[in-house]
């Protein structure tokens, strides 16, 4: 199975602060990735597909880059309703699987 | 507006048997590939199933293999989980979600519905 781990678990932010949040598989995907974010007592919600490619409808402060075994969802400048859970998921072969999540918390 | 609506979520013992359903509107539902997906309280979001769009593929986490079937009944724009041998590790949020893909690949995931809570415990 492809192991997907996150870094930071928790991170601590200020409105306007550039945000990152790595995700690294245990083998290649390609660029088979996509970004989700949680709120609280929510659905997920996808923001970033095919690694980069932004969904419609997410503000443009998101974006995503990366390939193979390592991946980043930047949030450009930090607003507060950006204040939540970010998964990433590969979709490369089964079992699918998550990250562990990353919370974003106002400092 | 799409729309995904779950229901049949509660309270079962160990080893009780529970059949989760999932309304879907605003959409061509026989058009895309389905998937539920689970959260244990206060935990990460672990994928379960998916289906094809015929129900010709179906796919599991080896967790619930043996367990869980998944099924969809496109007249009814309706997606299935049948859990059976209920176990207090597969109490969750249990959402629906719409693959993105119209084709033979499953992809990711673009719409979600609310989800529906399964409780195991005696």
């Known amino acids: 199975d492809i192991q997907m781990t996150q870094s930071p678990s928790t991170l601590s932010a200020s409105v306007g602060d550039r945000v990152t949040i790595t995700c690294r598989a245990s083998q290649s995907i390609s660029s088979w990735l996509a970004w989700y974010q949680q709120k609280p007592g929510k659905a997920p919600k996808l923001l970033i597909y095919?690694?980069?490619s932004l969904e419609s409808g997410v503000p443009s402060r998101f974006s995503g880059s990366g390939s193979g075994t390592e991946f980043i969802l930047t949030i450009s400048s930090l607003q507060p309703d950006d204040f939540a859970t970010y998964y990433c998921?590969?979709?490369?072969?089964?079992?699918?699987?998550f990250g562990q999540g990353t919370k974003v918390e106002i400092k | 507006e799409v729309q995904l609506v779950e229901s049949g979520g509660g309270l079962v013992q160990p080893g009780g048997s529970l059949r989760l359903s999932c309304a879907a509107s605003g959409f061509s539902f026989s058009g895309h590939w389905m998937t539920w997906v689970r959260q244990a309280p206060g935990k990460g979001l672990e994928w379960v199933a998916n289906?094809?769009?015929?129900?010709?593929?179906?796919y599991y986490v080896d967790s619930v293999k043996g367990r869980f079937t998944i099924s969809r009944d496109n007249p009814k724009n309706s997606l299935y989980l049948q859990m059976n041998s209920l176990r207090a590790e597969d109490t969750a949020v249990y959402y629906c979600?719409?693959?993105?893909?119209?084709?033979?690949?499953?992809?990711?995931?673009?719409?979600w519905g609310q989800g529906t809570l399964v409780t195991v415990s005696s």
């Open positions: 095919q690694a980069s």
């Open positions: 998921q590969h979709y490369s072969g089964y079992p699918r699987t």
């Open positions: 289906i094809k769009q015929d129900g010709s593929e179906k």
């Open positions: 979600a719409r693959d993105r893909s119209v084709s033979s690949w499953s992809l990711f995931f673009d719409c």
